[in-house]
């Protein structure tokens, strides 16, 4: 479990750092903190990391200190840097990178997180190789899935569990989950202490008023995700697409959609 918290790159200081590299990736902010990163505990800012700050500020890139110091320790730190801070930030907790990125100019896209159950069910001979999906109300979807020899069945109603409209996904089986989830670092749902109830009592049920009964189904396995959805979709369960030009050279376009048809929403950004 807690390899996911390990990071991803090693480099023996500050100055290591391939800062062309990050702003040729189309990076856009980097979050600092001050003692044991940029100086020892308690030093003043060196005209070494004042000359790092001004070459990284002319590759375009954003900056932060993001410390839990005092506002007057950061100030004297910050005299000839001039970029922005956030004191005493309470670090690890993710309201402080959240309000981070906000002043950095990087808004996150406005949505809710849905906890949803994907039920896997072997089926009747007849309907191997057949989807069936009954549209434009609550009802229910029986498909193939994939190569597993299986179909999901999917409901409206009943696929998403919980929601949650905070800025990171909350919800109240995180108590339950021995630690190893939480809001801002979201655990396996399938490997989980804390491990929804399937609701398959409420799918089957649901699908069988409108099967033949010879068109069985049974019961066998679920898989648990989350989903992210803009709120937007709230207003008339529509899907709609947020596309956000990050970068143009190189070209980097961010797109947070609900059905993949609306990959055509790109033409408007792309020459193609």
Known sequence: MLERWYPTAHVPSVFAID??????????????DIDNTLVHPGDD???EVDALFRHIHSLGLKTLLLSDNSAARIERFNRNIRTLFIAEAGKPDPAAY????????????????EKCEIILCTVDERLKNTGITVMDGPF???MPFGQTGLHSLTSVTFTPHETSYDAVATFPCQQQSEGKCRPGSLYNCNECPAKPQSAWPYMSQLARKYLKEE???????SLFSMKPILKASEIDD???TVVRVMNT??????????????VYDLDEVLNV
């Open 98 to 113: 959240r309000r981070a990125c906000a002043m950095l100019g990087l808004p996150p896209f406005k949505i809710k997180y």
């Open 238 to 240: 529509s899907r709609p």
């Open 140 to 142: 229910f979807s029986l």
């Open 215 to 221: 068109y069985g189904f049974a019961y066998q396995g």
């Open 19 to 32: 800062y062309e590299k990050l702003a040729a990736l189309s990076y856009k902010g980097i979050l600092f």
């Open 45 to 47: 800012s060196t005209p």
């Open 249 to 262: 050279e190189p070209m980097l376009v961010s797109v947070l959609s609900g059905k993949i048809n609306t």
